[in-house]
């Protein structure tokens, strides 16, 4: 145990200023607290605080330019995370230092650490720290939402990836904002058990097809019907959305006085695109790859990206055009940065040749429907 000898050696070594007697010290008081704290009472637990935190501080201002001062900080953090009675005010002071390796070992174990102090930790530190925070074992609700509000991509996934982390409607709503963008976090969101089912829903309708085939191949047996179910709902629900009937009359009528003109070019259909004009996109990719409404419309409705492809290559359209155009195919979001890679691979291997054949054989086999209706 503790006595009053060893803090009055413990003030003795800080008066003499060796960095040598200090670690020393400082060892020796770590090694016989975790000696001996099973049997500690809260009055020692505290006396054993008060020398280590005398200690660190001493020790903190030679940690700035001696390694072996913080690599003692280090192991001290490592040693004290797991130990149930470890004195609470010197846990929140390793939290806070702004060296990983020091703050890391307590954010992510120690059980000294209060909801209180974790959510004051993820509005204060930095990416790291919140990271380590994210792998503890069990997180409450309250302090998701804190480490969410950062909006780092890296710390929602791992939360999202922590079946101990609790996340709130309110924290999921962050992640589904997210995934959007990150189909990585889609998947890993989409089969965490306590997922809302109606959230679940609004993922599966903005992800890709990519990321429903990944989402169900990773699904877990208890949430395959669930999931497969959805993304069955979400499928109509954006087939329904995309087959309403729509009049392209307007359109089809304005893009030809564009076109006879000369005003109708690639910048022009990037303009339509990117203002997610749906029929005056169809109508001008119709015009600039010599096709018709009917056999662009069922490509833009399509959940695949490579049949839209062809009519882009034939119209000899730019990479940054032809992405445009991949995304106005849906009122809203954008598609994740894996998904637009392969899509511009695939666009890359396409020949102009084998699109001009593909797209006459789509023309052969198109039906015209009502004139101005589709």
Same mark, same amino acid.
């Given at each position: 145990?503790?006595?009053?000898?060893?803090?009055?050696?413990?003030?003795?070594?800080?008066?003499?200023?060796?960095?040598?007697?200090?670690?020393?010290?400082?060892?020796?008081?770590?090694?016989?607290?975790?000696?001996?704290?099973?049997?500690?009472?809260?009055?020692?637990?505290?006396?054993?605080?008060?020398?280590?935190?005398?200690?660190?501080?001493?020790?903190?201002?030679?940690?700035?330019?001696?390694?072996?001062?913080?690599?003692?900080?280090?192991?001290?953090?490592?040693?004290?995370?797991?130990?149930?009675?470890?004195?609470?005010?010197?846990?929140?002071?390793?939290?806070?230092?702004?060296?990983?390796?020091?703050?890391?070992?307590?954010?992510?174990?120690?059980?000294?650490?209060?909801?209180?102090?974790?959510?004051?930790?993820?509005?204060?530190?930095?990416?790291?720290?919140?990271?380590?925070?994210?792998?503890?074992?069990?997180?409450?609700?309250?302090?998701?939402?804190?480490?969410?509000?950062?909006?780092?991509?890296?710390?929602?996934?791992?939360?999202?990836?922590?079946?101990?982390?609790?996340?709130?409607?309110?924290?999921?709503?962050?992640?589904?904002?997210?995934? @959007?963008?990150?189909?990585? $976090? !889609? *998947?890993?969101?989409?089969?965490? %058990? =306590?997922?809302?089912?109606? &959230?679940? #829903?609004? /993922?599966?309708?903005?992800?890709?097809?990519?990321?429903?085939?990944?989402?169900?191949?990773?699904?877990?047996?208890?949430?395959?019907?669930?999931?497969?179910?959805?993304?069955?709902?979400?499928?109509?629900?954006?087939?329904?959305?995309?087959?309403?009937?729509?009049?392209?009359?307007?359109?089809?009528?304005?893009?030809?006085?564009?076109?006879?003109?000369?005003?109708?070019?690639?910048?022009?259909?990037?303009?339509?695109?990117?203002?997610?004009?749906?029929? @005056?996109?169809?109508?001008? $990719? !119709? *015009?600039?790859?010599?096709?018709? %409404? =009917?056999?662009?419309?069922? &490509?833009? #409705?399509? /959940?695949?990206?490579?049949?839209?492809?062809?009519?882009?290559?034939?119209?000899?359209?730019?990479?940054?055009?032809?992405?445009?155009?991949?995304?106005?195919?849906?009122?809203?979001?954008?598609?994740?940065?894996?998904?637009?890679?392969?899509?511009?691979?695939?666009?890359?291997?396409?020949?102009?040749?084998?699109?001009?054949?593909?797209?006459?054989?789509?023309?052969?086999?198109?039906?015209?429907?009502?004139?101005?209706?589709?």
């Amino acid at each position: 145990m503790l006595d009053r000898s060893i803090a009055d050696e413990v003030e003795a070594a800080i008066r003499a200023g060796s960095a040598e007697k200090h670690l020393e010290t400082f060892k020796r008081v770590t090694d016989l607290f975790l000696l001996s704290a099973d049997g500690c009472n809260g009055e020692q637990i505290e006396l054993f605080g008060d020398v280590l935190e005398r200690l660190i501080r001493t020790i903190e201002i030679r940690a700035l330019t001696d390694v072996s001062a913080r690599i003692a900080l280090a192991e001290m953090s490592t040693q004290l995370a797991s130990v149930p009675k470890a004195p609470p005010d010197v846990i929140r002071h390793l939290a806070r230092h702004d060296e990983i390796s020091v703050a890391g070992p307590v954010l992510t174990e120690s059980a000294r650490l209060s909801d209180d102090d974790l959510v004051e930790l993820a509005g204060s530190k930095g990416e790291q720290h919140l990271l380590a925070i994210s792998g503890r074992w069990w997180l409450k609700e309250v302090v998701t939402d804190a480490l969410l509000a950062r909006h780092y991509p890296s710390v929602s996934r791992r939360l999202v990836n922590n079946p101990g982390a609790r996340v709130s409607a309110n924290g999921y709503a962050v992640v589904l904002a997210q995934a @959007e963008s990150d189909p990585e $976090l !889609a *998947v890993d969101m989409g089969i965490r %058990v =306590d997922l809302p089912a109606e &959230l679940r #829903q609004q /993922l599966l309708r903005s992800a890709t097809e990519a990321v429903r085939s990944r989402l169900l191949s990773r699904a877990p047996p208890h949430l395959f019907e669930e999931i497969r179910s959805a993304i069955a709902a979400a499928s109509a629900g954006a087939g329904r959305e995309m087959a309403k009937v729509r009049d392209f009359q307007a359109a089809r009528h304005f893009v030809d006085q564009l076109n006879k003109s000369g005003q109708l070019h690639e910048a022009a259909l990037l303009g339509f695109a990117k203002q997610r004009k749906y029929e @005056e996109t169809v109508a001008a $990719l !119709a *015009v600039l790859s010599q096709s018709t %409404v =009917d056999v662009i419309r069922p &490509l833009m #409705q399509s /959940l695949r990206d490579d049949g839209i492809l062809i009519p882009c290559r034939v119209a000899g359209l730019g990479w940054d055009t032809v992405a445009a155009v991949l995304e106005s195919r849906f009122a809203s979001g954008a598609m994740g940065p894996h998904e637009l890679a392969k899509a511009k691979g695939a666009f890359a291997k396409l020949t102009l040749e084998n699109a001009r054949r593909l797209l006459r054989f789509w023309q052969v086999r198109s039906t015209p429907s009502a004139p101005g209706i589709n």
